[in-house]
């Protein structure tokens, strides 16, 4: 009876240390900054919306250096997932170009191939 309870009582504390365990690496989360070409305000919130995608924290796109911060679980999402979301916008990573299509539903103010707009 003693050695069932022991028994017992060591499985318990596996199965809470592994579950414990398990907790921790789903809340585990990545940064990474990647460049993102824009050239304005309109871009910075369709780059930072595009980019906050499901398992996302943050996405915060700086104009200047032309780099996005992300935040993220890598558990549920991938860097080249936000890639191409962000792509799928019209916004050109260094990773994955926009499609013509995307590029061109761009309004006028944030064309940046080329050097087709100056701000």
Known sequence: MKNTLTTIAVIAIILIANFSQAQEKSKKVETSEFKVYGVCGMCKT?????????????????????LIKVIYNPTKVTLDDIHKAIAEV??????VKAAD???NKL??????????SIH
Do not use: F, M, S
């Open 46 to 66: 369709r780059i930072e919306n595009a980019a906050l995608i499901k398992g996302v924290k943050l996405a915060e796109w700086n104009k200047e250096a032309q």
């Open 90 to 95: 019209g916004h050109d990573t260094e990773k």
């Open 101 to 103: 299509e995307a590029y």
């Open 107 to 116: 309004p006028n103010c944030c064309a940046y191939r080329d050097g087709a």
